[in-house]
């Protein structure tokens, strides 16, 4: 009687993560959650060794803890996805391969980029804040002023900028440093936004104005930046010039090149309501390297989670996938107690999205400054994850 070999057993499906930033470690997150190792081959396609937390950055210039960050090795052991180091160059969409910078071959099954967008200078002339390697430089103007003994200080969110809490905090925290150093400036904030922090409703509105108006900030609002002069002063698009001796802004996020793959005309990739890249079965697409008009870490997160769902629904698992529906949540710091915005955004005909507001309490608030449903939880039970204030921000002098 003939023998006959057992079947093989199926390939395990993989999946490849492009990128290491929040809404990577989020889709990551969320795929483990349902499948383990023996039923997912989830790949990490990372371009650096850590993962950093930007939101605290913030508080650097002002004495704040460094900004948190996690050796990718300790995330994929935890999660158990592989770590592949590499920069994602091109897919080739119609066989499932992917290459690297490096000129690496990925095959996938799905492939989910996260790569983020680059923060570009948007102000000749001003200081950037793009983050934790900008802190040290907020903190040498803030000793500038000092040894000028005081000052004009401005803090621009330009015309590109969707996501602006951080020019408020930065601001607030600035009159309080220079408050308590007893040093005599005049801090402003000029945004682009016809009210502050529009995106989040009349209620964050009224907050930020009574903030700004108690910590004596003036408001440029609906101020559209044209440049600064030689004197450094703001030229505003309107013909207004407004004085000042120090301008913070902040950048320009400008996506990073993907060869294989349609983009929009400023060259960010297009997704659906499930965070598929139109036109490129297999491939998705979360956070800032998508055509979200707001890049913010929570709705990154919320793509993350869509795109998840997606992927193991396209691969055959029995399920409904949930649909992106953005809801933004934020933290607004400052010497005060945290005021905790939220708001539902609801497409408008094209346009910006219109902000639907939500009341939340502190109690109510996932612990962290960003909001995902799986990094969450999962940055809040490690030991040694970063620590979100829960209180008045203590103002203080940067350590050199």
């Not at 200081?127 to 803030?142: K, M, N, T, W, Y």
């Not at 408050?179 to 502050?196: L, S």
Request: charged share 25%; proline share 9%.
């Amino acid at each position: 009687m003939p023998t006959t070999s057992p079947d093989p057993a199926p390939a395990v499906p993989r999946v490849v993560i492009a990128g290491a930033g929040i809404a990577a470690l989020e889709a990551a997150l969320a795929l483990r959650a349902r499948l383990d190792d023996r039923h997912l081959r989830i790949t990490l396609l990372a371009p650096n060794e850590r993962f950093r937390y930007p939101p605290l950055s913030v508080l650097e210039p002002f004495g704040g803890e460094r900004s948190w960050s996690l050796p990718l090795t300790a995330f994929a052991d935890d999660v158990g996805v592989e770590l592949h180091h590499g920069v994602l160059h091109e897919v080739d969409v119609a066989g499932r391969t992917l290459r690297t910078s490096e000129g690496e071959r990925l095959d996938y099954d799905a492939l989910l980029i996260a790569t983020g967008a680059r923060a570009d200078r948007s102000l000749d002339g001003a200081v950037p804040f793009r983050g934790a390697h900008d802190a040290d430089r907020i903190a040498d103007l803030l000793d500038d002023l000092a040894e000028a003994g005081g000052g004009r200080l401005a803090f621009v969110a330009p015309g590109e900028v969707s996501w602006s809490l951080p020019i408020y905090e930065l601001a607030l925290l600035a009159a309080t440093h220079l408050r308590e150093r007893g040093i005599p400036a005049e801090v402003a904030v000029v945004t682009h936004e016809v009210d502050p922090l529009a995106v989040f409703g009349t209620e964050a509105q009224a907050v930020a104005r009574a903030r700004l108006d108690a910590h004596g900030v003036a408001l440029h609002a609906g101020a559209l930046v044209a440049g600064l002069d030689d004197a450094g002063r703001i030229e505003l698009d309107d013909g207004r010039v407004l004085a000042a001796d120090h301008v913070v802004a902040m950048p320009t996020l400008r996506p990073r090149a993907i060869g294989g793959l349609r983009t929009d005309d400023r060259g960010f990739l297009p997704i659906d309501d499930h965070a598929r890249v139109p036109g490129a079965p297999g491939v998705y697409a979360a956070g800032d390297a998508t055509d979200e008009p707001i890049k913010q870490g929570g709705l990154a997160c919320q793509q993350a989670d869509a795109a998840a769902d997606a992927i193991l629904a396209d691969l055959g698992h029995l399920l409904r996938p949930a649909p992106y529906r953005p809801v933004l949540r934020g933290i607004l710091l400052s010497d005060d107690e945290p005021a905790y915005l939220r708001s539902t955004l609801v497409p408008h005909g094209g346009g910006p999205p219109v902000a639907r507001q939500t009341p939340v309490a502190p109690r109510a608030w996932p612990r962290g400054k960003v909001v995902g449903r799986h990094l969450s939880p999962y940055l809040a039970g490690r030991e040694d994850g970063p620590r979100t204030p829960t209180g008045a921000v203590r103002v203080g002098v940067r350590p050199r």
